[in-house]
């Protein structure tokens, strides 16, 4: 004799959230666009990759606040901005960057230090693995990460044989 089973499943979200991702207004094709839950208000998290037009499409997200993660995989260049979803919408995303420039110098003679390494990431330290960049110094010191998102970051210069600075730059 048999008896029934039962199974317990649950319908997953039907919201659907759309849009475009561009860098200073031009598409992004390719780019890796991820969703994930902020503050433990919602348990749901969905990704997606935008097509050579730049559209993305995602569902299955539950309301609540989101951090948004935006990858353009050809330059391995990481965008990070919030969403809050309320049922389904559009959420075009311009990734707003700058070119973040310094230069590392010995304190007591005032001399370039080559082959330093500069770490930068964001304040907040919600940004995820994406979020921290690095660089290394060239002959004169000076180092540049191109397509850096508005924002407050802490940047740090190591090398060998020197101290540790950490810097918080706007």
């Known amino acids: 004799i048999s008896s029934p089973m039962t199974a317990g499943l649950t319908a997953k979200s039907e919201t659907v959230i759309r849009g475009r ?3 200073n207004n031009q598409p992004v094709a390719n780019a890796n666009v991820n969703f994930i839950p902020r503050q433990g208000k919602a348990q749901t998290a969905a990704s997606a990759t935008a097509d ?3 559209n ?3 569902s299955g ?4 606040p989101y951090n948004v993660q935006v990858v353009d ?3 391995m260049t990481p965008f990070n901005t919030t969403y809050d979803v309320q049922g389904s919408g559009n959420f075009d995303i311009d990734m707003r960057t700058a070119a973040l420039r310094g230069r ?12 330093a390494q500069i770490d930068v990431r964001p304040s907040g330290g919600d940004s995820g693995f994406f979020g921290m ?3 290394v110094t060239d002959s004169n010191g000076t180092f540049v990460l191109d397509s850096v998102s508005r924002g407050s970051y802490q940047v740090s210069a190591d090398k060998t044989g020197y101290g540790h600075e950490m810097k918080v730059v706007t």
Not at 61 to 64: P, R, S
Request: glycine share 10%.
């Open 21 to 23: 991702v561009t860098h």
């Open 52 to 54: 050579a037009a730049g």
């Open 56 to 58: 993305y499409e995602l």
């Open 61 to 64: 997200l539950e309301d609540g």
């Open 73 to 75: 995989m050809q330059k």
């Open 104 to 115: 590392v110098i010995d304190s007591a003679t005032g001399q370039p230090i080559d082959q």
């Open 133 to 135: 960049r690095t660089a």
